[in-house]
């Protein structure tokens, strides 16, 4: 139980008899902003004291008597109109840091009640190159399933990829009219994107030009491509089976540079069979119904229905949504659905939820967990010089290139000359460069647009994953240059002593992991796991100023200092893991 769960329910204990619902006012209890008011304060009784009309100081006066919390906190403090400061016993800190030297688990406990979760993150429309907008869903629905799983919850990711759309049609009718057969004998990935990228221009200058018709133009062509597709043409089918694969190895080669992985990749095409049924049965059972010669399902709330077949028979984006929350269902009955997808489709997600409700889905939570766009320095969408979208491979390489040359000057700054081989450095610039873009990612409020900035998301300082890398390789060096084994260390048993307030710090701060990965599943936010980390190398940083460990003044103080290093270095190594980045033992 995190510290802060332990202090709630003492709070919920000592509400009985005076309230009936203590949920929302055991929320008042948080962390305190400035240490002078203890580690925690709870704020509920000015609301309290508001709902039974009695002065608010006097209501925290007798919270306080119902308290029982001596063997946790040093007896609370009323201060202002009624604020409750709670001070965690040092004793407290010192008995369950200790306990979390041995664990494996730092100090965070599985669940109590484990949920399943399925996970809908990354699903980029294949066959054409990702780019820097399918960064964030990746990143994020990576991180959240980590954190999930964690946490003792079962978390099934499932990358539901576009496999089935037009882009098929812009391949197929470029394969029939501009393949360099050579080119993709060679290398068909390259060549298959080559086509995309050609047909794409077309279809764009033919939008400005007006004297195409509609009938021979490239569009044209395209989703007629596209439809024979799906009716079942035999050529196009099998061309399709034949690209797929090259349209897969070129997503994974991103994954594994970006060390993410799936459970299952059940794209569109996996659904195509179960679209006519799934509309059958909507009107079997009246939720949908014609209008206009399309079947429609008309939402309360919504101005515009749902289509779920269009005129001309084909089916649409939301059918095959529909179809996989039914797929989902049956096959893994998940208690939520999490679908980490950018904020532009968040009307097609309420119309899904409210249709899904329809359906008589009503037990389990869905969700769109939306996010914002990535933005160039001018503070528009992430463009080329030339306007096109950024290649995410580029983009990683960038930021590794970067990388590279930051590793490289640090070392060869370093007092008595270099200490990393070629070979070395070119590795840990690539974790860092990855891990740099990741967590600019990460630490932004997923619901804000933000700048991409290699500059910013590099730098030494600040809430950065180099940063906290650099933490956790300042901890090792520790270690090395003391000559500590680490695992007798942890084996000893040594207490840990808190003396001074850095040290107390820390140590709060330390045993908080467990709160910020609640915080951080409780609205699917990983900046509240990357705050957390930020917030955790600070205090480290003043500690480390100000408490000499390997010249401590005693034995025991020594030993003490290198175990809060340990918990340290472990925690933001398990908090970074857990966002998807490695950290490296030297930088
Ligand atoms: N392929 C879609 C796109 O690129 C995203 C799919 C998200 N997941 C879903 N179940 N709709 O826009």
Same mark, same amino acid.
């Given at each position: 139980?995190?510290?802060?769960?332990?202090?709630?329910?003492?709070?919920?204990?000592?509400?009985?008899?005076?309230?009936?619902?203590?949920?929302?006012?055991?929320?008042?209890?948080?962390?305190?902003?400035?240490?002078?008011?203890?580690?925690?304060?709870?704020?509920?009784?000015?609301?309290?004291?508001?709902?039974?009309?009695?002065?608010?100081?006097?209501?925290?006066?007798?919270?306080?008597?119902?308290?029982?919390?001596?063997?946790?906190?040093?007896?609370?403090? $009323?201060?202002?109109?009624?604020?409750? @400061?709670?001070?965690?016993?040092?004793?407290?800190?010192?008995?369950?840091?200790?306990? #979390?030297?041995?664990?494996?688990?730092?100090?965070?406990?599985?669940?109590?009640?484990?949920?399943?979760?399925? $996970?809908?993150?990354?699903?980029?429309?294949?066959?054409?190159?990702?780019?820097?907008?399918?960064?964030?869903?990746?990143?994020?629905?990576?991180?959240?399933?980590?954190?999930?799983?964690?946490?003792?919850?079962?978390?099934?990711?499932?990358?539901?990829?576009?496999?089935?759309?037009?882009?098929?049609? =812009?391949?197929?009718?470029?394969?029939?009219?501009?393949?360099?057969?050579?080119?993709?004998?060679?290398?068909?990935?390259?060549?298959?994107?080559?086509?995309?990228?050609?047909?794409?221009?077309?279809?764009?200058?033919?939008?400005?030009?007006?004297?195409?018709?509609?009938?021979?133009?490239?569009?044209?062509?395209?989703?007629?491509?596209?439809?024979?597709?799906?009716?079942?043409?035999?050529?196009?089918?099998?061309?399709?089976?034949?690209?797929?694969?090259?349209? +897969?190895?070129?997503?994974?080669?991103? !994954?594994?540079?970006?060390?993410?992985?799936?459970?299952?990749?059940?794209?569109?095409?996996? !659904?195509?069979?179960?679209?006519?049924?799934?509309?059958?049965?909507?009107?079997?059972?009246?939720?949908?119904?014609?209008?206009?010669?399309?079947?429609? $399902?008309?939402?309360?709330?919504?101005?515009?229905? =749902?289509?779920?077949?269009?005129?001309?028979?084909?089916?649409?984006?939301?059918?095959?949504?529909?179809?996989? $929350?039914?797929?989902?269902?049956?096959?893994?009955?998940?208690? #939520?659905?999490?679908?980490?997808?950018?904020?532009?489709?968040?009307?097609?997600?309420?119309?899904?939820?409210?249709?899904?409700?329809?359906?008589?889905?009503?037990?389990?939570?869905?969700?769109?967990?939306?996010?914002?766009?990535?933005?160039?320095?001018?503070?528009?969408?992430?463009?080329?010089?030339?306007?096109?979208?950024?290649?995410?491979?580029?983009?990683?390489?960038?930021?590794?290139?970067?990388?590279?040359?930051?590793?490289?000057?640090?070392?060869?700054?370093?007092?008595?000359?270099?200490?990393?081989?070629? +070979?070395?450095?070119?590795?840990?610039?690539?974790?860092?460069?990855? #891990?740099?873009?990741?967590?600019?990612?990460?630490?932004? @409020?997923?619901?804000?647009? !933000?700048?991409?900035?290699?500059?910013?998301?590099?730098?030494?300082?600040?809430?950065?994953?180099?940063?906290?890398?650099?933490?956790?390789?300042?901890?090792?060096?520790?270690?090395?240059?003391?000559?500590?084994?680490?695992?007798?260390?942890?084996?000893?048993?040594?207490?840990?002593?808190?003396?001074?307030?850095?040290?107390?710090?820390?140590?709060?701060?330390?045993?908080?992991?467990?709160?910020?990965?609640?915080?951080?599943?409780?609205?699917?936010?990983?900046?509240?796991?990357?705050?957390?980390?930020?917030?955790?190398?600070?205090?480290?940083?003043?500690?480390?100023?100000?408490?000499?460990?390997?010249?401590?003044?005693?034995?025991?103080?020594?030993?003490?200092?290198?175990?809060?290093?340990?918990?340290?270095?472990?925690?933001?190594?398990?908090?970074? +893991?857990?966002?998807?980045?490695?950290?490296? +033992?030297?930088?």
């Amino acid at each position: 139980m995190s510290m802060l769960t332990e202090l709630k329910e003492r709070f919920r204990k000592a509400l009985t008899g005076l309230v009936d619902e203590p949920a929302e006012l055991l929320d008042l209890i948080r962390g305190s902003q400035d240490p002078k008011f203890g580690d925690y304060q709870a704020n509920l009784a000015m609301p309290l004291g508001k709902r039974l009309r009695r002065p608010p100081r006097e209501v925290a006066a007798e919270i306080i008597k119902r308290l029982e919390i001596d063997d946790l906190c040093a007896p609370p403090e $009323i201060a202002g109109p009624g604020f409750i @400061n709670l001070r965690i016993n040092d004793q407290w800190l010192a008995r369950r840091l200790s306990a #979390a030297v041995a664990e494996p688990r730092l100090d965070v406990a599985p669940v109590a009640s484990r949920r399943t979760f399925v $996970i809908d993150y990354s699903a980029p429309n294949v066959a054409k190159p990702m780019h820097v907008g399918h960064i964030r869903s990746t990143v994020i629905g990576d991180a959240l399933c980590r954190v999930l799983r964690f946490l003792g919850h079962r978390a099934i990711s499932d990358n539901h990829i576009g496999d089935w759309g037009t882009q098929f049609g =812009m391949i197929l009718y470029g394969y029939k009219h501009f393949l360099d057969v050579e080119a993709y004998r060679r290398n068909p990935v390259q060549e298959l994107a080559r086509l995309y990228r050609h047909v794409r221009r077309l279809m764009d200058e033919e939008d400005n030009n007006p004297n195409v018709t509609t009938t021979d133009s490239v569009q044209a062509a395209v989703l007629a491509e596209t439809a024979r597709l799906h009716a079942g043409d035999p050529e196009n089918r099998r061309l399709w089976e034949q690209f797929l694969p090259h349209c +897969e190895d070129e997503i994974q080669r991103v !994954y594994s540079r970006l060390g993410v992985t799936f459970d299952h990749t059940l794209g569109e095409s996996f !659904y195509e069979e179960r679209l006519a049924p799934v509309v059958d049965d909507l009107l079997r059972r009246g939720i949908a119904r014609e209008s206009d010669g399309a079947i429609c $399902i008309f939402l309360e709330g919504h101005k515009t229905p =749902m289509i779920v077949r269009k005129r001309d028979g084909a089916f649409l984006y939301g059918t095959t949504d529909l179809a996989t $929350i039914q797929y989902r269902l049956e096959t893994w009955r998940p208690d #939520a659905i999490l679908y980490v997808v950018d904020h532009r489709q968040s009307l097609h997600f309420q119309q899904l939820f409210a249709a899904a409700r329809l359906l008589g889905y009503k037990n389990i939570e869905l969700q769109h967990v939306s996010f914002g766009t990535v933005l160039g320095d001018d503070g528009r969408p992430f463009k080329t010089r030339s306007g096109d979208t950024v290649g995410l491979e580029g983009l990683l390489d960038e930021a590794v290139r970067r990388a590279l040359e930051i590793v490289s000057a640090n070392d060869d700054a370093k007092p008595n000359g270099p200490e990393l081989s070629t +070979e070395q450095r070119r590795q840990i610039a690539e974790t860092v460069g990855i #891990a740099a873009i990741k967590y600019a990612d990460l630490s932004q @409020n997923r619901t804000s647009d !933000y700048i991409f900035s290699y500059d910013k998301m590099l730098a030494m300082t600040g809430n950065t994953a180099t940063y906290m890398q650099y933490a956790y390789a300042r901890v090792r060096s520790i270690f090395a240059k003391g000559g500590v084994d680490i695992e007798q260390l942890r084996a000893s048993g040594s207490p840990i002593v808190l003396n001074s307030a850095a040290e107390r710090a820390l140590a709060i701060e330390i045993l908080r992991f467990s709160e910020a990965l609640d915080m951080t599943v409780a609205d699917y936010r990983p900046n509240q796991l990357t705050s957390y980390l930020f917030d955790l190398a600070n205090r480290f940083s003043t500690f480390f100023e100000q408490c000499p460990v390997l010249r401590a003044d005693t034995d025991e103080l020594r030993q003490s200092r290198l175990l809060l290093c340990d918990l340290t270095a472990r925690t933001i190594q398990k908090g970074l +893991e857990l966002l998807g980045i490695r950290v490296v +033992e030297k930088m």
